[in-house]
């Protein structure tokens, strides 16, 4: 080893150590679970441990309460997504517009429910969403619309986890668009005006074209954190009603710590660790094969 | 069971979950933290004079601090620290306390929880404690006893667990509806149960129905089922729903739906269960003691003459029904089980279950508890004490819960029309064959 190899490693090694000893151990030791039948009984005695392979992911690509959490899961991120980046996107061309005043307080304020607890912010929002009692319902009465039993109707149960999330996390994309708007050079406005483009043209063929990476970026970091839902579902319909809001994470979680069978759990995680993956590839795949780009 | 109704919700959420990520970063340290206690490290380093730690749930946990003036008054030395827990997060909290060595010195625990912490070695035996005591057995409800009772080894059983309060389902009802169509008490068979259903529901054209399963609540089937045998077979290693006494509950309770006598609904359907009790929906309803009090409170005052309690029919008389409630446990790795076993004696006396149940409504397991007028002149609280005299434990196993979650879904399905009986419950024991696999394992290593 060379001199300068030697000083690398040394200055490279605590950062090593540390990704091996939080990241890579743990995955590996999480990976090995899954391979077991780690259950109450182990817990009591490590003898009754057995290594059965891949029969716990076997067993659950055969129950139908996996398929459910994966639907409900998928159905989370569809639908999620893009009115997350979507809301993102209106709330970051407001505060980009020229007539935005005090913008500083609004890009605070929009931020805002991002950093808050989720739990503490879904105990008020449960409340907004109360099938008698809730603001939402006494302001859809007033536009003469029947109340909705928003967390108790298997129906609108995930609606309103939805729109949850989306109103918690839409302001963390919103601060990456608008920086992205702001590094936009305004000669291309400039062009595109002279051209004869009107606002709607500059927005189409200016403004998305230059956010088309940011999008990519945006886009992966929130299809997979919200392919990781749970806490908005724990807090304010435990899964329910008719498990109708019973996510991937909500399995796994159920699975280790209610019925403590930590090799299912394992495996729930790694499944739903390929999931992601795919959808992060695709969704770079379809970045680069995406016209206009190289 | 133990579980009531859900409570607020929004208590039950552990601080700690804090986000979708946070989560799945636990599930790994959770097996390193487990892979770390298991290796032995740092067993018990409690210090024996600290005060006595008692973890509660719910309500339970507020009152029992209002009990503790007299405990503190015959034992001054013993200090006494509760902690409350929410019914909805108390069960992964204590299977993480167990793995992390943080258990109590002292539990409040459901008693279909029992045979978990029997699996993990985690309860101390109470059987010399409570002869020493002078505590008489007998003078506990014998099925509610019994489900503290675990099998040891050389077929012997140990006591794990003192009853504290129970639990057990039987029948609420509406005595102006059956008065009305011509029944002048309660049924005690199944077909005069039947009977009296049918007759209600021709009742004012048909406004009302005969009784409310809700169906997401597994207990209702499940006592039906205790009436006529095991769901269990080969020493409950492997499933019995597809045998006879099993399959009788389900018809009963399948063919009460199909001849339209109860609404095909869950609870989370129905926004206010005494609102529709006091309404005339449903003219039975099959709940737990909890009820009595709920029902003084929240049923509208001109209903107050028109309902009453009584044991749940069985198939040819009055059948057993649940044995539910909760036991004050002692953890094997306490150090301070001398004075745990003096609150646990102390809650046992006859004059603080009085007290305890004059605060809570909770019905006290000892029979002696039962001669004070709040209970003996009570007629929907005498039902209950008529019923826990028939009540069987739940299978003893860790695997119960969850099975009995899935017997309940089962039976939605069948209900529902989307199954047949046969299919559904052949489909239930493979599922059940399935999760007891390790208990056969473990069974066939022992022999």
């Known amino acids: 080893m060379t001199k300068h190899g030697a000083a690398a490693w040394i200055l490279a090694g605590p950062a090593l150590l540390v990704i091996a000893v939080f990241f890579a151990l743990p995955v590996v030791a999480g990976l090995a679970l899954s391979l077991t039948d780690f259950d109450i009984y182990a817990l009591a005695d490590l003898s009754t441990l057995r290594f059965v392979g891949l029969q716990n992911y076997a067993h659950l690509l055969q129950t139908p309460l996996f398929w459910q959490a994966l639907g409900n899961t998928l159905y989370f991120v569809v639908v999620g997504v893009p009115v997350s980046i979507g809301l993102s996107l209106g709330a970051a061309l407001l505060l980009d517009s020229r007539f935005a005043r005090w913008q500083p307080f609004f890009r605070t304020s929009l931020f805002a429910p991002v950093v808050t607890t989720a739990v503490a912010v879904a105990v008020i929002w449960r409340y907004l969403l109360h099938a008698r009692y809730g603001l939402v319902n006494q302001g859809l009465a007033a536009i003469g619309v029947a109340p909705v039993d928003w967390l108790g109707d298997p129906h609108w149960s995930m609606p309103a986890i939805i729109a949850f999330a989306a109103w918690k996390n839409f302001g963390y994309n919103m601060i990456i668009l608008l920086a992205a708007l702001q590094a936009v050079p305004r000669d291309l406005y400039e062009a595109a005006r002279i051209d004869g483009a009107g606002a709607v043209r500059r927005f189409t063929d200016v403004t998305l074209p230059m956010l088309m990476p940011t999008f990519v970026l945006v886009g992966i970091l929130t299809v997979s954190g919200y392919f990781q839902l749970f806490a908005e579902p724990y807090v304010m319909t435990q899964g329910g009603p008719l498990r109708s809001t019973f996510s991937m994470l909500y399995l796994m979680y159920e699975e280790g710590f209610r019925w403590w069978n930590l090799g299912n759990a394992s495996a729930v995680a790694f499944l739903l660790f390929i999931v992601i993956f795919c959808a992060s590839w695709v969704m770079l795949r379809f970045d680069r094969d995406a016209p206009g780009r190289r | ?447």
């Open chain 2, 1 to 447: 069971m133990p579980r009531r109704e859900a409570p607020a919700a929004c208590a039950g959420a552990p601080a700690e979950v804090q986000g979708r990520r946070g989560a799945i970063r636990r599930i790994g340290w959770g097996s390193l933290a487990l892979a770390g206690s298991l290796a032995g490290c740092g067993r018990g380093s409690k210090n024996p004079e600290g005060p006595l730690d008692f973890w509660a749930m719910g309500r339970e946990a507020e009152v029992v601090t209002e009990l503790l003036g007299a405990f503190h008054a015959r034992h001054p030395a013993v200090r006494v620290r509760v902690q409350q827990l929410p019914w909805t997060a108390a069960h992964e909290k204590l299977l993480t306390a167990y793995a992390g060595d943080a258990l109590p010195d002292l539990c409040q625990l459901g008693n279909t929880w029992l045979p978990e912490f029997s699996a993990l070695g985690a309860l101390e035996p109470l059987d010399e404690r409570m002869a020493a005591a002078g505590i008489p057995r007998d003078d506990y409800f014998t099925g509610v006893l019994d489900t503290n009772l675990m099998p040891a080894d050389g077929g012997a059983s140990r006591l794990l667990g003192v009853p504290w309060y129970v639990d057990t389902r039987l029948i609420f009802y509406r005595t102006d509806l059956l008065r009305a169509a011509g029944h002048a008490g309660p049924p005690e068979t199944w077909s005069e149960w039947r009977a009296a259903m049918r007759d209600i529901r021709r009742l004012a054209g048909g406004r009302s129905y005969g009784v409310l399963f809700p169906l997401n609540e597994p207990d209702p089937l499940f006592a039906l089922s205790l009436q006529q045998g095991s769901v269990l077979s080969e020493d409950d290693t492997r499933g019995a729903f597809s045998q006879p006494p099993f399959r009788r509950a389900l018809d009963f309770y399948a063919s009460v739906f199909r001849d339209d006598l109860a609404p095909r609904m869950a609870n989370t359907q129905i926004s206010n269960v005494w609102d529709e009790f006091a309404r005339g929906l449903f003219a039975f309803y099959v709940t737990g003691p909890w009820n009595i009090g709920e029902f003084r409170r929240r049923l509208p005052p001109e209903r107050q003459g028109d309902w009453a309690a009584a044991p749940l029919p069985g198939p040819d008389g009055p059948g057993v029904s649940t044995a539910g409630g909760s036991s004050l446990v002692i953890f094997r790795n306490s150090r301070r089980k001398e004075a745990a076993w003096k609150l646990i004696s102390y809650l046992s006396e006859p004059e603080t279950m009085q007290r305890f149940h004059a605060l809570t409504g909770d019905l006290p397991p000892r029979r002696s508890a039962w001669r004070t007028p709040a209970l003996a002149d009570d007629p929907p609280s005498q039902a209950f004490a008529r019923q826990l005299e028939r009540v069987h434990a739940a299978p003893k196993i860790p695997e119960w819960e969850r099975i009995f979650q899935e017997m309940q879904l089962t039976a939605e399905r069948v209900v529902q029309g989307r199954q047949r009986p046969e299919a559904a419950c052949r489909e239930l024991d493979t599922w059940v064959d399935a999760v007891l696999e390790k208990r056969r394992w473990l069974r066939s290593r022992r022999a």
